[in-house]
């Protein structure tokens, strides 16, 4: 059944259809019937076409790279990247999918290319200077061909570039994975919120998987706080022009986000308040060999449990399932943290393992059947 008969159907019950009018609606929505996309397996062999042939050309470079000369590898890497955009240029007409996966494959090879020519030169190092060739890379290739892929890539480069060049300049400094951190987080919740009625569905499904890494990551570094151990000079703490350089990325990061969904700010800035108040809510405590360490307070796993009750509640608010499931499974993931730091040390060893069976059975059911609410009140608000 095609999806408009369905309301078809509920219309002519409801007599809000006569018979005349449901069969005019028919045949003009048939009328208007559009060919299949592609089938997910032709989508699957172009996927893993792809990975297996960018695979398969990086090996062939790196097994041969000692015996050609700097001049050869120049020519190597260049053609490297003309054969595949030429390859989607000539195909574009014909098979628009297998031309997308060749300029993927050049726009990510591109990056490989420019650490390969500053190899084989000799550049002066400055790491982040390439993350930014890449990232305008990704960009050229958005703004001229604008598909889905090309976008993704310079949604994830852009920021990367800025963060790469943060930390470059604050990686000698006390508290600067805090403050990276920070920015990772609320980048996080942007791209998970940030693009989610977007018709391109590649675009916030590969954005959603990376935000929900992202903020999971972010979150478990911000729990250490702001101790410091290494076997370098101490430089000292984060100086202030470095620290208005990360805010700056922060409230850029809320803007772009904000930009592409006015909604999106709300989940972005209870996000901010979480990563600002973690590092704070922990005990920094001395074992017998002098080494420091860190333990949270419970109020960290409060407010990040908060923190995943908001993002469940705002995903029923925008009848989204796969937010509604990842504050919910955030949730669980916070309390299993909480019993394994705090309460399982603490208990008889089988005690314990009582204790957690008890856990994941009654608080997986108890959480199910939140979750099933949830998804259901989306059902009701969607039909």
């Given amino acids: 059944m095609q999806a408009f008969e ?8 409801a007599g809000v259809l006569d018979e005349v009018t449901e069969t005019a609606i028919r045949r003009y929505e048939k009328s208007q019937a559009k060919p299949s996309g592609r089938r997910w397996q032709v989508i699957l062999a172009l996927v893993m076409g792809g990975i297996l042939l960018g695979a398969g050309v990086l090996l062939f470079v790196a097994a041969h790279w000692d015996d050609v000369s700097p001049g050869a590898r120049l020519a190597l890497v260049m ?6 955009h030429v390859a989607g240029i000539a195909t574009r007409e014909r098979f628009s999918g297998f031309a997308t996966t060749m300029h993927v494959l050049g726009t990510v090879a591109s990056g490989a290319a420019i650490a390969l020519v500053g190899q084989i030169f000799n550049m002066q190092e400055h790491w982040p200077a390439a993350v930014m060739l890449w990232a305008i890379c990704a960009a050229a290739g958005w703004w001229l061909l604008g598909d889905e892929f090309q976008q993704t890539l310079a949604l994830l480069l852009v920021p990367a570039w800025l963060l790469c060049e943060l930390a470059d300049q604050a990686s000698f400094y006390n508290g600067a994975s805090v403050f990276l951190c920070r920015i990772i987080a609320v980048l ?3 791209y998970l919120t940030a693009f989610l009625h977007s018709r391109r569905r590649v675009v916030y499904g590969i954005l959603f998987a990376v935000g929900c890494v992202l903020l999971i990551v972010s979150t478990g570094i911000l729990s250490e706080g702001w101790i410091w151990s290494g076997y370098v000079h101490d430089w000292g703490f984060v100086p202030l022009s470095l620290r208005l350089w990360g805010y700056a990325i922060l409230l850029l990061v809320l803007g772009c986000g904000w930009r592409a969904n006015r909604k999106s700010l709300l989940p972005g800035v209870v996000v901010a308040v979480m990563a600002f108040a973690v590092p704070w809510l922990n005990v920094v405590t001395t074992d017998n060999s002098g ?4 333990e949270p307070r419970v109020a960290m796993y409060a407010v990040v449990a908060a923190a995943c009750v908001f993002l469940a509640w705002w995903g029923v608010r925008e009848a989204s399932r796969g937010i509604v499931n990842y504050g919910i499974a955030a949730f669980a993931l916070t309390v299993v943290w909480f019993y394994f730091s705090d309460i399982m040390g603490k208990l008889d060893r089988s005690l314990g393992l009582i204790v957690l069976g008890v856990l994941f059975l009654a608080g997986g059911w108890a959480l199910e059947k939140a979750r099933r609410r949830m998804v259901a009140s989306i059902s009701e608000v969607s039909a």
Avoid: E, I, Q
């Fill in 291 to 294: 080494w420091r360490h860190t």
């Fill in 6 to 13: 369905r309301f078809l159907v509920r219309w002519r019950s």
């Fill in 188 to 190: 996080g919740v942007v």
């Fill in 79 to 84: 053609a490297m990247l003309a054969l595949f």
